[in-house]
Each structure stands twice: as C-alpha cells, then as structure tokens.
Nanobody, 121 residues
Framework: QVQLVESGGGLVQAGGSLRLSCAAS????????MGWYRQAPGKQRELVAG???????EYADSVKGRFRISRDNAKNTVYLQMNSLKPEDTAVYYC???????????????WGQGTQVTVSS
C-alpha cells in the first residue's frame, strides 16, 4: 500500500509560478519512479513529468523549459516547479508513483487524489 499526499495547487495569474509537492508513504521501498499527470476538462489524462530513482527525467513537450521535476529521497517527496504558467496549464494535477522504472504505465501507478491548478489570463 502506497499513499500519495499532494499540496501546492491553487490559482495563479498567467506568467506566474507554483510548486506542487507530493509525499509518499506506506510501502515506499517498492517505488522506483514518481511523476505528475494532469487532466483538463474534456481531455485525456496526460503525463506532465516523471523522474526515476536514478534521476532520469522526462517532460511533455508542452511544458519543457517551463516545468522542472525534482525529488527529495530522504522525504520520499517529489516536486513540480511550474514557471511561466499559461491558461492551457489549467487542470487537475495528479501525483503518480510506480514500482516500475517509469510512470508511463497508468494501470501500474499509485495515484494521489489530485489538486486543482487554475491559471487566469
């Protein structure tokens, strides 16, 4: 059992910044990758960023250069620093964790409850 607790969502103006945090607890030694998905109204859930235990990172093309994923292994916490936010970034953001080396297999992921990010124009 893995629990994921998210924080840091909210309302921000276009061009602003937010930092999301996700703390994992439970059977955390089984986790080999963590990351963030998002889902906007009427859209499919999509991968935003992922990071492995070895430090390998990946990003959606739409956020490259603006978002940065990082981790604090001592706290089993992953962060998503979001800069230069756009209205198109508005979505519910979900933390994900996997015993696989990637979070790109949604059916294998543990999930947080989601946190709303709203970017106003």
């Amino acid at each position: 059992q893995v629990q994921l607790v998210e924080s840091g969502g909210g309302l921000v103006q276009a061009g602003g910044s937010l930092r999301l945090s996700c703390a994992a607890s439970g059977s955390i030694f089984s986790i080999n990758a963590m990351g963030w998905y998002r889902q906007a109204p009427g859209k499919q859930r999509e991968l935003v960023a992922g990071i492995t235990n070895s430090g390998f990172t990946e990003y959606a093309d739409s956020v490259k250069g603006r978002f940065r994923i990082s981790r604090d292994n001592a706290k089993n916490t992953v962060y998503l620093q979001m800069n230069s936010l756009k209205p198109e970034d508005t979505a519910v953001y979900y933390c994900a964790a996997s015993r696989l080396s990637t979070v790109r297999v949604p059916g294998a992921n543990y999930w947080g409850q989601g946190t709303q990010v709203t970017v106003s124009s």
